[in-house]
């Protein structure tokens, strides 16, 4: 077992430091304070973060880390955190490894033994979740669906068991095409398309599956899909009277009680010890 104390220790540390998803009055004041205070940020794109530093005046050494060359990037930060430099890492916008790089570089951090310290902030996700009217929880989070139809189908029927509200991002490009896809994957279920959250044309479109299909408008800016799960099935009520009726009546052919009452069992579904118990002891209700 390996014990972080986060702030009670000398390590240097990798800050996961979350950014607005579109509107940068929700940059926090803890953010600013640790990318002020850090050595070097690590970002996905240095023009778009450049913007947001310049926003608010931060002056902090950045450079590159995304998905091309995150193994090797994940490895000169190490270098960093050994030379006594923290670092912050940033995604374009959101939470670092929410559908982002930054997976590789924590557990590299994790192994050499540095501080990994989340710094909250916006999640598309969660926003789209909170306001979609459907269940919050449980959910699953599970990012952009394979584009391959193979790898789709198998993805979704993975999903589609679960009672859990299910939570994808999307291109506004294909969006849909992947309602098209998914409505005979999982039926006609309630769904959520949240687009643009917290941008002047933040838009949820609430409706089944069948309706957000048949949307006319083309949708632009980042999508979030937030699908209601599978519902759970209603257990049958068994009339146990009417159980033990069933029974009675194979055992005035001839059979035996034991035969009866596996027999029964298969016919209404039920576990035979639990029926056998209730023949059994039918005599002593009172």
């Not at 989340?118 to 959910?139: E, R």
């Not at 029927?157 to 490009?173: G, R, S, V």
């Not at 849909?176 to 002047?200: C, H, M």
């Amino acid at each position: 077992m390996k014990r972080q104390k986060s702030f009670q220790n000398d390590l240097t540390s990798l800050y996961l430091v979350a950014t607005p998803i579109g509107n940068l009055n929700e940059m926090t004041p803890r953010a600013i304070e640790v990318l002020k205070q850090v050595s070097v940020i690590a970002c996905e794109d240095t023009r778009t973060t450049m913007v947001l530093l310049k926003h608010f005046g931060i002056e902090t050494k950045v450079i590159s880390h995304h998905t091309f060359n995150e193994k090797e990037s994940a490895s000169g930060i190490v270098k960093l955190l050994e030379s006594g430099q923290d670092v912050a890492l940033v995604s374009d916008a959101g939470y670092p490894l929410i559908s982002d790089p930054g997976y590789i570089v924590v557990q590299e951090v994790l192994s050499a033994g540095y501080n990994v310290i989340p710094i909250s902030g916006s999640s598309a996700a969660l926003n789209a979740l909170v306001a979609s009217g459907l269940v919050t929880q449980p959910f699953i989070f599970y990012g952009f669906l394979p584009l391959t139809d193979k790898d789709f189908t198998q993805t979704v029927n993975q999903l589609k068991a679960y009672p859990y509200t299910l939570i994808f991002y999307e291109a506004p490009h294909r969006i849909q095409k992947t309602i098209a896809r998914l409505l005979p994957l999982l039926g006609d279920r309630q769904a959520v398309i949240a687009r643009e959250i917290t941008k002047k044309f933040e838009e949820f479109l609430r409706g089944r599956l069948s309706e957000l299909g048949d949307i006319e408008d083309e949708l632009k800016g980042e999508i979030v899909l937030v699908i209601e799960g599978k519902a759970e099935e209603k257990a049958e009520v068994v009339d146990l009277a009417e159980v033990n009726e069933r029974i009675q009546a194979y055992v005035d052919t001839g059979i035996s009680a034991s035969e009866a009452i596996k027999q029964v069992a298969k016919e209404v579904g039920m576990n035979k010890h639990d029926i056998y118990n209730s023949y059994h002891n039918k005599g002593e209700a009172s």
